[in-house]
């Protein structure tokens, strides 16, 4: 598969050992790209499966993994406030808000988290290979309050289309892409990795335009805390210290 980041169409093939080859052979396919290629000069990212472990290398061998159960990247939070949470605030968990959609899964950062306040979450991810990297990550978790985390593979702007009033859901989450800089929770070669993979998210205001249209209490857009709204309308900003909650609907 060509993989489209920043403009430039960047390659991928898997790398799988023989431990990891099923794993390999399954998303190869998926991705549609070579698996174990003689050279590797061709392909910018790198897929690597090794028995369980899976993760992505660029050319420059910039390393992008997401384990859940390795708190690599803060995945479980100590010492949390619970509801006080500024993004528990932000989607309602005091009014009763128990499940969210996330539009922007990414690394499962914000996800993980909400998850692990209590709330129940659907995610969406359209990026392959962090698709690839997130069910993986899910599937062998060794927390319990993960196993009922529903992933899905789809731009979100389809997903919000086509699930209208399919689903029960209290409030909507969405992280966008901010095109200039953004504190990033991520270490620095994380977030070269991941920006180059997913490139920009130009779409966003379209999708907050659809998440609107949903039948929800909250809609809720993370934004660095100086940029400009998304779409105006925000009701309420729930500010931290470098980010803050625009929220779009109070039920
Ligand atoms: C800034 S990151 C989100 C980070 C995430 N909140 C976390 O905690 O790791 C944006 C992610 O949302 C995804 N994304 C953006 N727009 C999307 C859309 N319309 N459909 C599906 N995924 C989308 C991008 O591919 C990218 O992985």
């Known amino acids: 598969m060509s993989l489209v980041s920043s403009g430039e169409l960047k390659q991928i093939c898997v790398i799988a050992d023989d431990a990891g080859m099923s794993k390999g052979q399954q998303w190869a396919q998926f991705l549609n790209c070579p698996l174990n290629p003689s050279s590797l000069d061709p392909y910018y990212f790198r ?13 420059d061998k910039r390393l992008l993994e997401i384990d859940f159960d390795k708190n690599h990247l803060d995945y479980e939070r100590k ?34 988290f909400l998850t692990q306040l209590g709330f129940q979450v659907t995610g969406v991810e359209r990026s392959p290979v962090l698709y690839a990297l997130l069910s993986e990550a899910f599937a062998k978790t060794q927390k319990e309050y993960l196993k009922s985390y529903k992933l899905h593979f789809a731009n979100s702007l389809d997903f919000l289309r086509e699930q209208n009033g399919k689903i ?7 992280d966008p892409m901010y095109p200039h800089k953004k504190k990033s929770s991520l270490p620095k070669q994380e977030m070269v990795v991941f920006r180059d993979l ?9 999708v907050l335009k659809e998440a609107l249209k949903w039948p929800v209490k909250r809609v809720v857009v993370k934004r660095p805390i100086h940029a400009e709204q998304l779409l105006p309308g925000v009701i309420h900003s729930f500010e931290g210290k470098v980010v803050r909650y625009d929220s779009y609907v109070v039920g």
């Open 47 to 59: 897929f690597y499966i090794e028995g369980e472990r899976l993760y992505v290398r660029d050319q």
């Open 79 to 112: 010492g949390h406030r619970g509801k006080q949470e500024i993004i528990a605030k932000a989607l309602g968990a005091a009014k009763g808000c128990k499940k969210v959609l996330d539009l922007s899964v990414g690394m499962g950062i914000d996800s993980v």
């Open 168 to 174: 029960e859901i209290d409030s909507i989450y969405f």
């Open 198 to 206: 997913v490139g920009h998210d130009d779409d966003a205001a379209e």
